[in-house]
């Protein structure tokens, strides 16, 4: 594979306007596309098969006219101080409110809140809860807009007026995110290459992929539903692995141009050995996170691919459009230095690194530097213990957002409960009273602790199906509610022994149950699959049995530390203010098993990076202390600035106001930096230390059956590449 990579990285620089020529038409073609056909990505996070979602389709086959499974909206008023809803002045205005939502567009029905008991007992709050025809992803930006719009009259007499549910919200902007990773990156590539133009080269051949890999995404959002998480995330792993993977190049390519190698040849040498690294690192990550498929989970596995296909537009980049971007840059590779920093380029080159000092520092004292990060690494993991798992409500946004204050209103004025309703749905078409089932099934849920109110049974026309709507006592993501759900459920026997009924309960929060059940029966499955395949890969590239093992091991105590950060802030509110968290709760419950796909894919990039090179030092003849300290050397730069780039890409999606984006941009960055320099960089050389000899030990059978792909490039020193066309001048 090296040879065969070093002939494209050789090829790529040579025809590089002819690569950057196809990579220009081919997001022009997607973005094109794109355009004609994308849609917005706002499904709704949905798992066929489960009890919550058979029961909304039950709903939707039980009641044709009552809008089953159709977008929600509450309007909230709130009657200024001293005065109730209930005064004749507010109330007119609140009608007027209400007839002009029942005009907006898509809107099939407004209740009106003193004839559906929406008015709470003080009189100072009253909602409406507004229909659409359409499901939430279904809902125009004009439509939205509209009903928003309806409340400036209601203001005016003095009324507040917030709008909550999920018809409500629009897919999240993430803009200043993107743009505070790409600066922070951009310093950072500054600082490593000391040039602009070795600095701008990373950036610019990511941007390039990121901006085709989001074209295709948009593209395939036409035949594909998208929720809105799906897109940023594509973006968060595009960007920065699209930058790290150029980097590991880049900074090979610099090397060999430093030893007096001809450009063309330094581009293909780096491409041949670096980017056999990056290969491999590449479908870790995408092993990694088209893992998630197993799971069965649509949205999910949606996730995971459009992740898994962003780094393989990276490596595709990386090995192509890198190297004709360095064809541009020829000689001039370190054109534009930055000032202050010429200095510093010059005594790297000359003086022994703070890489190489920190590696004989582990190497000198392996045992109480594991001590060290395994000790401190189980203390930060201890919060996990206390994890629990929710969906993300409205209680999550920002204090100033509308939904939030509708949220906060309706908690205030009707009981925390109120914003978590159940719905439970009672199947009676083979009871022989069906009436009698309805009534007996509300009253044993009202007997229920942690019940706060239930309402009368609503039939369908039909009379053999009925729902029955209960207010919990606690607030939706509360422990107590999601110990009620399942107290209804342990109703189903007696009640189908008593009346020949079944129930069902549905709603967020029990969807949010049903949602971690189901993420945990699959996460044996899904672990076995995506940590086998890339053991077995790391196998393959590294020619051992104990470096893959070490590396999965290593992630298992940065994944536990990254949950016991993630339950610290978002759960338990330490550093919240701080990081912008407007309120703690249950972490989103498809988080963990999303992290531990992505932590996976980017924990082996750095495995890769850095042990490739300490493979290439014993290779070629190293003592295995002197093989890890020299492996070091090179790697411990690269993997430093790899993983600032990725941890503040991550970062700046802390900035943005998406509860579900800040907290995966929060664990990520979180996770990259302990994984890098913990685990990585004080971890990795001193158990290769302690292994010795032992690390790269192979079966001969297991030798003799594995492809001998090279990922340390020696299959190079025997290759004498044609001559150079500036070579072939130079001779003349």
């Not at 041949?272 to 479908?283: E, K, N």
């Not at 459920?489 to 949602?515: F, K, Y």
């Not at 996460?523 to 104990?546: D, E, Q």
């Amino acid at each position: 594979m090296a040879v065969f990579l070093h002939r494209l990285g050789r090829w790529a620089f040579h025809r590089r306007k002819t690569v950057l020529m196809a990579w220009v038409l081919a997001l022009v073609a997607l973005g094109s596309l794109a355009g004609a056909v994308g849609k917005d990505a706002d499904a709704q996070l949905s798992i066929p098969g489960v009890e919550s979602v058979t029961a909304l389709e039950t709903l939707q086959e039980r009641f044709p006219d009552g809008a089953a499974g159709g977008a929600t909206a509450r309007i909230v008023f709130r009657a200024p101080e001293g005065r109730t809803v209930s005064d004749p002045e507010i109330g007119a205005a609140i009608q007027e409110t209400l007839a002009a939502a029942a005009e907006a567009k898509q809107v099939t029905e407004v209740s009106d809140p003193f004839q559906d008991r929406g008015v709470s007992a003080d009189q100072t709050t009253a909602y409406a809860t507004v229909v659409y025809e359409v499901q939430p992803n279904n809902i125009t930006d004009e439509a939205r807009a509209d009903l928003l719009d309806v409340g400036e009259g209601a203001r005016g007499a003095g009324l507040q007026v917030e709008f909550g549910g999920e018809a409500t919200q629009a897919a999240p902007e993430q803009g200043i995110a993107e743009a505070a990773g790409v600066v922070v990156a951009l310093v950072v590539l500054a600082i490593t290459f000391g040039t602009l133009l070795a600095a701008g080269l990373p950036l610019l051949t990511a941007l390039i992929g990121v901006a085709t890999g989001m074209a295709a995404v948009q593209a395939l959002s036409a035949v594909v539903d998208l929720d809105s998480a799906t897109p940023t995330l594509g973006l968060m792993i595009g960007l920065a692995v699209g930058i790290d993977y150029a980097l590991f190049i880049i900074i090979r390519h610099k090397e060999l141009l430093a030893t007096g190698t001809p450009a063309r040849e330094a581009a293909g040498r780096a491409v041949g050995t670096a980017g056999s690294a990056v290969v491999f690192a590449g479908l870790t990550v995408m092993i990694a996170l088209a893992g998630l498929a197993v799971i069965g989970i649509p949205f999910l596995t949606t996730m995971g691919l459009v992740a898994a296909g962003m780094a393989g537009v990276a490596v595709l980049v990386a090995l192509t459009l890198v190297p004709a971007m360095l064809g541009f840059a020829g000689d001039r590779f370190s054109r534009w230095p930055v000032p202050g920093l010429r200095r510093r380029q010059a005594a790297l080159a000359t003086t022994e690194s703070w890489g190489t000092r920190w590696a004989r520092f582990v190497t000198r004292r392996p045992v109480p530097v594991v001590l060290a990060a395994v000790i401190g690494l189980g203390v930060i993991a201890l919060p996990a213990l206390d994890l629990r798992l929710g969906l993300p409500t409205d209680g999550d946004l920002s204090e100033e957002a509308t939904q939030r204050q509708a949220y906060d209103l309706l908690a205030e004025g009707f009981g925390p409960g109120f914003n978590g309703p159940l719905t439970v749905v009672v199947d009676a078409t083979d009871a022989e009273a069906p009436d009698t089932a309805f009534v007996a099934t509300a009253e044993a849920i009202a007997a229920l602790d942690g019940v706060a109110t239930t309402a009368p049974p609503r039939p369908n026309p039909a009379g053999d199906t009925a729902t029955i709507t209960v207010i919990p006592s606690e607030g939706p993501s509360a422990a107590a509610t999601e110990d009620l759900v399942g107290d209804i459920r342990d109703l189903r026997p007696g009640l189908r022994e008593q009346t020949g009924s079944e129930l069902a309960v549905t709603g967020n929060t029990a969807l949010g149950i049903d949602i971690s059940e189901k993420l945990a029966d699959a996460l044996p499955l899904f672990l076995a699959v995506v940590v086998g395949l890339a053991m077995l890969l790391l196998m393959v590239a590294f020619r051992s049995i104990l470096v893959p093992l070490k590396a999965t091991l290593g992630f298992l105590l940065s994944v536990a530390a990254t949950f016991g950060a993630l339950v610290a802030v978002f759960q338990w509110g330490w550093l919240a203010e701080l990081l912008g968290v407007a309120s703690t709760g249950p972490i989103v419950s498809f988080l963990p098993i999303l992290l531990i796909g992505l932590l996976f894919g980017l924990a082996m990039d750095y495995e890769v990076f850095l042990v490739s090179r300490m493979r290439e030092e014993h290779v070629h003849g190293a003592e295995p202390r002197e093989a890890v300290i020299g492996g070091f050397r090179h790697g411990a730069r690269v993997v430093t600035a790899a993983a600032l780039i990725m941890a503040s890409v991550f970062a700046g999606f802390v900035l943005g106001p998406d509860a579900t984006i800040k907290s995966i941009g929060f664990a990520l960055a979180f996770g990259v930096l302990v994984d890098a320099f913990v685990v990585r960089m004080a971890l990795v050389p001193a158990v290769m230390t302690l292994l010795g000899r032992s690390a790269w030990y192979l079966p001969r059978w297991l030798d003799r059956g594995l492809p001998n792909v090279d990922i340390e490039g020696s299959t190079l020193e025997r290759h004498t590449p044609a001559p150079d066309r500036e070579l072939a001048d130079a001779r003349r």
